[in-house]
């Protein structure tokens, strides 16, 4: 595997492979996401690599990844959809995405469901009917007759409990 320097610069030297300390030639001077020579020894690669200074090159000696090349990747029902610029990609990790419904003309999921955009918390000094509304989203669950028997001070502290318990 071809490897590159990741670093400014690196010098290196061909050695006798007999004994190590003994150069051969001359030294070659790498510039960065330069090609590490074929004649660098093993152990010295993995110093090297370890240290951060080189590391695996990004061209392949049988030539470049091509997109269609790579197989599709098995998807199950619980993944998200995958984005159409990467069909192939790695699907988002759970939570992320799998929440996001998109809504077609008609307003509804692809289930069927009306598509309900999510209700701003209200601030303390805002007003009952706002407090209303909010009880009544499906981020709290209320229903209208619960929200307007209550005072607004009660509604408030009913909100929050009900938040607590999600």
């Known amino acids: 595997m071809p490897h590159q320097v990741l670093t400014g610069r690196l010098a290196f030297q061909q050695v006798d492979p007999e004994d190590p300390m003994v150069p051969i030639g001359e030294e070659v001077i790498v510039e960065k996401y330069g090609k590490v020579p074929d ?3 093993p152990f010295t690669i993995n110093a090297l690599t370890n240290s951060g200074l080189i ?3 990004l061209e392949r000696e049988d030539g470049p990844v091509v997109f269609e090349q ?3 990747q098995p998807r199950t029902p619980d993944q998200p959809p995958i984005l159409p610029s990467d069909p192939h990609g790695v699907p988002l990790p759970p939570g992320l995405g799998a929440d996001v419904v998109v809504a077609d003309e008609a307003g509804t999921s692809p289930v069927g469901e009306p598509v309900t955009e999510p209700v701003a918390k ?3 000094g ?3 009917a706002e407090w209303e509304a909010y009880a009544q989203s499906p981020q709290v669950g209320m229903t209208a007759e619960e929200a307007e028997s209550m005072t607004k001070r ?4 009913e909100v929050n409990r ?3 318990l999600q």
Do not use: F, M, Y
């Open 122 to 124: 209200p601030s303390a």
């Open 39 to 41: 004649w660098v020894l």
């Open 162 to 164: 009900r938040e607590q």
């Open 126 to 128: 805002d007003s009952k």
């Open 70 to 72: 790579i197989p599709p």
């Open 55 to 57: 590391g695996p090159s």
């Open 154 to 157: 009660d509604l408030i502290a």
